[in-house]
């Protein structure tokens, strides 16, 4: 089945140690997104690729980075992850921009921070 | 003001019964709204599109109402597994087309 594939599930970094997520998908879409999610909270956008072409939105911290290699992957660069930075990251994607109300999610990657 | 907002819930319903809520947005140029479901610890899925004329699928019902700007969700006949945390997503116009607002969601517990 086509699908969005995130690893790890749970992931426990210490803080200022850089950690990466990663997600793949399948469904050969162009657009990929990252977002964040803390309990109870609406899922917040970090940024998106529009194929190579990378938007980071204006509020997303420096410490965030992304890396798409290919159409199929995705990273999630943390370069020193802190306290605050504990949640779920969701990867999702989208056929193209055209479409950005119908995403497929990843089943995210859970980031405790010690 | 947040710009899409929701009551957190949650909202304690009989199974069987028939619930509805809604979801206000700020932005009267918003152009299209969803409703996304999302399990405890699980991603968000696509539910339904609200359309200007109404949306029924099942028991789910979306209703847009442009002039109060909010956006209403139906669900009738309740089943256990309608038990779940249902966003509001607005999608806005423009430069930033790709751009979906979340709302927080409503906590739905659908009791046996």
């Known amino acids: 089945d086509a699908m969005v594939i995130q690893n790890p599930r749970y992931q426990v970094t210490q803080f200022g140690k850089p950690v990466t997520l990663s997600c793949s998908q399948t469904l050969n879409h162009n657009v990929m997104y990252w977002y964040q999610q803390k309990s109870s909270q609406a899922p917040k956008l970090l940024f998106h690729y529009y194929d190579k072409d990378f938007n980071n939105e204006a509020d997303t911290p420096d410490n965030f980075q992304s890396r798409r290699p290919n159409t199929s992957f995705c990273f999630l660069d943390i370069r020193s992850p802190g306290l605050g930075d504990a949640a779920m990251y969701l990867c999702?994607?989208?056929?193209?921009?055209?479409?950005?109300?119908?995403?497929?999610f990843g089943p995210g990657t859970r980031l405790t921070v010690t | 003001r947040k710009e899409v907002e929701q009551d957190p819930g949650p909202f304690n319903v009989p199974e069987g019964a028939t619930v509805a809520f809604n979801c206000t947005y700020s932005n009267s140029a918003s152009q299209s709204f969803f409703w996304y479901r999302q399990d405890c610890r699980k991603e968000p899925k696509l539910l339904m599109s609200v359309y200007s004329s109404g949306n029924e699928d099942g028991r789910f019902t979306a209703q847009l109402n442009r002039a109060s700007q909010y956006i209403s969700l139906l669900i009738r006949d309740s089943k256990l597994s309608d038990s779940a945390t249902y966003l509001c997503v607005v999608n806005l116009p423009g430069d930033s087309n790709y751009q979906l607002i979340w709302g927080a969601g409503t906590k739905l517990i659908i009791k046996p």
């Open positions: 999702a994607t989208s056929r193209d921009l055209t479409e950005t109300y119908e995403q497929y």
